[in-house]
């Protein structure tokens, strides 16, 4: 397990490091707005980790919302944004320290690398619409994202040695089929929000393309 544990710290400092912003941290130093903006994300994203539920120990599932959060800040500073959450989560006892690299690395940076790939195909071969932005961007962004999350931690259990092919399929692989349409949900409809009333929220949110007038 210490391998793990090594090699997901390892994946989460390099992954911080590579996506160091110089100008996201200028904003945060100017515009106080954007602080907040920031800082509740991080707020959000730890409430949403730290409700966990599942059938057997150690095989807990909640959602992620790094869709949303990478299609308002871009996944660097999505990556960054999620040092907050995880940094409550330890503080409160929800994650072992040592467990921290790994976890991260599964829940905040692969997630927002594949919801903004996802958004760059949809960009670059979809009609630049805002119904295509909300539910392809959006609701199966997301909805692909947490399965591909699940399918990833399941990899890692089973490789590991944690738990046994037929225990992860049972008690937490099985429930992809549960979570993905909650997942999509949520992030849709705040994606949806935030399109509507704070589309300069939205850093992926263009609106000469998504709301032109001969669309």
């Given at each position: 397990?210490?391998?793990?544990?090594?090699?997901?710290?390892?994946?989460?400092?390099?992954?911080?490091?590579?996506?160091?912003?110089?100008?996201?941290?200028?904003?945060?130093?100017?515009?106080?707005?954007?602080?907040?903006?920031?800082?509740?994300?991080?707020?959000?994203?730890?409430?949403?980790?730290?409700?966990?539920?599942?059938?057997?120990?150690?095989?807990?599932?909640?959602?992620?919302?790094?869709?949303?959060?990478?299609?308002?800040?871009?996944?660097?500073?999505?990556?960054?944004?999620?040092?907050?959450?995880?940094?409550?989560?330890?503080?409160?006892?929800?994650?072992?320290?040592?467990?921290?690299?790994?976890y991260a690395f599964t829940t905040a940076v692969l997630p927002a690398l594949v919801s903004y790939a996802?958004?760059?195909?949809?960009?670059?071969?979809?009609?630049?619409?805002?119904?295509?932005?909300?539910?392809?961007?959006?609701?199966?962004?997301?909805?692909?994202?947490?399965?591909?999350?699940?399918?990833?931690?399941?990899?890692?259990?089973?490789?590991?040695?944690?738990?046994?092919?037929d225990t992860i399929l049972d008690n937490y692989l099985t429930l992809a089929l549960l979570i993905w349409?909650?997942?999509?949900?949520?992030?849709?409809?705040?994606?949806?929000?935030?399109?509507?009333?704070?589309?300069?929220?939205?850093?992926?949110?263009?609106?000469?393309?998504?709301?032109?007038?001969?669309?």
């Open positions: 397990m210490i391998y793990w544990q090594v090699f997901g710290w390892t994946c989460f400092l390099v992954s911080l490091w590579l996506c160091r912003s110089p100008l996201g941290w200028q904003k945060m130093r100017t515009e106080k707005d954007y602080q907040h903006l920031v800082f509740a994300s991080g707020i959000i994203l730890f409430c949403l980790w730290a409700l966990k539920a599942g059938i057997s120990e150690g095989l807990d599932i909640h959602f992620l919302g790094m869709t949303v959060l990478t299609l308002c800040h871009g996944p660097r500073i999505a990556i960054w944004i999620s040092v907050i959450p995880l940094t409550l989560m330890v503080g409160f006892g929800l994650l072992a320290f040592a467990d921290v690299g790994l996802i958004f760059q195909l949809s960009y670059r071969y979809l009609s630049h619409h805002l119904f295509i932005y909300i539910f392809i961007a959006g609701f199966l962004n997301a909805a692909f994202t947490i399965v591909f999350h699940l399918c990833t931690v399941s990899t890692g259990y089973w490789v590991s040695g944690l738990h046994g092919w349409f909650p997942e999509g949900l949520l992030n849709g409809m705040a994606v949806t929000l935030l399109a509507v009333y704070r589309p300069h929220w939205l850093r992926t949110f263009y609106d000469r393309e998504y709301l032109s007038p001969d669309r």
